[in-house]
């Protein structure tokens, strides 16, 4: 027999319902009361959630570009020497 409430979603649960209409949960994948609130990996309070340890677990952490390379360098120096050989002549 299904419950008021899924334990899985929160939603109410139709009577005599075989499963969940909102996220499919049955008697083989959740019914039981274990099942509520299980691996959700939520913090119990503000005080707990820490941003900077959820950010680096759900993004990873970001790559900084390194600048520009040194040809790049090199190669606009060398564009305004010749920009300026030429006009200087």
């Given at each position: 027999m299904a419950p008021e409430t899924c334990p899985?979603?929160?939603?109410?649960?139709?009577?005599?319902a075989k499963a969940c209409p909102e996220c499919g949960a049955d008697e083989s994948?959740?019914?039981?009361?274990?099942?509520?609130?299980?691996?959700l990996?939520?913090?119990?309070?503000?005080?707990?959630?820490d941003y900077e340890e959820f950010k680096k677990r759900e993004f990873g952490t970001p790559s900084r570009p390194n600048g520009i390379a040194w040809y790049w360098w090199a190669t606009?120096?060398?564009l305004l020497l010749a920009i300026l050989i030429f006009f200087l002549r």
């Amino acid at each position: 027999m299904a419950p008021e409430t899924c334990p899985n979603c929160g939603e109410d649960v139709p009577p005599n319902a075989k499963a969940c209409p909102e996220c499919g949960a049955d008697e083989s994948t959740g019914w039981s009361e274990t099942a509520y609130a299980s691996n959700l990996d939520l913090p119990l309070s503000d005080e707990e959630f820490d941003y900077e340890e959820f950010k680096k677990r759900e993004f990873g952490t970001p790559s900084r570009p390194n600048g520009i390379a040194w040809y790049w360098w090199a190669t606009a120096v060398l564009l305004l020497l010749a920009i300026l050989i030429f006009f200087l002549r």
